[in-house]
């Protein structure tokens, strides 16, 4: 996590890579308690995704195609963007 540019934001952002390549095709979704769906993304060209988030724990869970899903466990707090590099 680090503090620079989120301001009175809580920011999650990160790439998703399979062997060291982006996967330019997919989706991130933030998920909260109990798995409530709050959010998905398209992944950018670079496997990029980014989400304001609100303060606390949140469930990434990115899904491309083939079945690939991997899920992470992020902290968002306000002024940080917490980064994340998910390998499928």
Do not use: H, N
Request: avoid cysteine.
């Amino acid at each position: 996590m680090t503090k620079d540019a989120a301001g009175k934001e809580a920011i999650v952002e990160g790439r998703v890579l399979s062997d060291g390549t982006p996967v330019r095709s997919g989706y991130a979704r933030l998920l909260g308690t109990g798995d409530e769906f709050v959010a998905e993304v398209p992944l950018g060209e670079d496997g990029g995704f980014r989400f304001f988030a609100a303060p606390g724990e949140w469930t990434l869970r990115v899904l491309a195609p083939g079945g690939v899903r991997a899920e992470r466990t992020v902290s968002a707090d306000i002024g940080q963007i917490t980064r994340v590099e998910v390998l499928v």
